[in-house]
């Protein structure tokens, strides 16, 4: 059963880049799938941040997209999310997760990062 | 950008009775390469991630207990549980993956009536 775990700072200054890795296990991200990020403010819902395939193909949220980068490392088996010029409006609980086979909506998930904006 | 909207915000259920969760996208999501709709949905608890539950519309994930389904095409589309379970509390959301850019709805909270 693929594994997923991510791990970053939870306290980032207002300004500055908000930076997440997921590492996953039992699986490898070379062999296919696609890989994504979704944060969800405190009591609040869900929202998609963007995907990746193995081959650094990426699909961003329009409304984030000047901001995001995205990256994979098939060597270390993990992939990763850059967010620069944060606000406190970026404060939330960041999920990585893997795509169903041949779809992208999300069938495993980390058990989330909260990450925090301060000013 | 496609907007999903979930309907109701929340819903109050008897133990054992039917409950019915709306989700309507702005847009078509259905694919014309395989004539599924490209619509996913997740079930949460608190402090936990969201789990899959239903994609291609219809099609139940492994070990996704059989009193949920899903149906719908095109933009308008229906979770149902057939018999509710107190486990089965939760907030319910909707997820649309067509094109390059994916949408969830605001969530439907469930609670036991």
């Known amino acids: 059963q693929v594994q997923l775990q991510e791990s970053g700072p939870g306290l980032v200054k207002a300004s500055e880049t908000l930076s997440l890795t997921c590492a996953v296990s039992?699986?490898?991200?070379?062999?296919?799938?696609?890989w994504g990020w979704i944060r969800q403010p405190p009591g609040k819902g869900l929202e998609w941040i963007g995907s990746i395939f193995r081959s650094g193909t990426t699909y961003y949220n329009p409304s984030l997209k000047s901001r995001l980068t995205m990256s994979v490392d098939t060597s270390k088996n993990q992939f990763s999310l850059n967010l620069s010029s944060v606000t406190a409006a970026d404060t939330a609980v960041y999920y990585c997760a893997r795509s169903v086979a041949g779809a992208l909506c999300f069938q495993n998930w980390g058990q989330g990062t909260l990450v925090t904006v301060s000013s | 950008d496609i907007v999903m909207t979930q309907s109701p915000d929340s819903l109050a259920v008897s133990l054992g009775e039917r409950a019915t969760i709306n989700c309507k996208s702005s847009q078509s999501v259905l694919n014309s390469s395989n004539n599924k709709s490209n619509l996913a949905w997740y079930q949460q608890k608190p402090g936990q991630p969201p789990k899959l539950l239903i994609y291609?519309?219809?099609t139940r994930e492994s070990g996704v207990p059989d009193r949920f389904s899903g149906s719908g095409s095109g933009t308008d589309f229906t979770l149902t549980i057939s018999s509710l379970q107190a486990e089965d509390v939760a907030v319910y959301y909707c997820?649309?993956?067509?094109?390059?850019?994916?949408?969830f709805g605001q969530g439907t909270k469930l609670e036991i009536k």
């Open positions: 997820q649309q993956y067509y094109g390059s850019s994916y949408s």
């Open positions: 291609w519309a219809s």
């Open positions: 039992s699986y490898s991200i070379s062999s296919g799938y696609y």
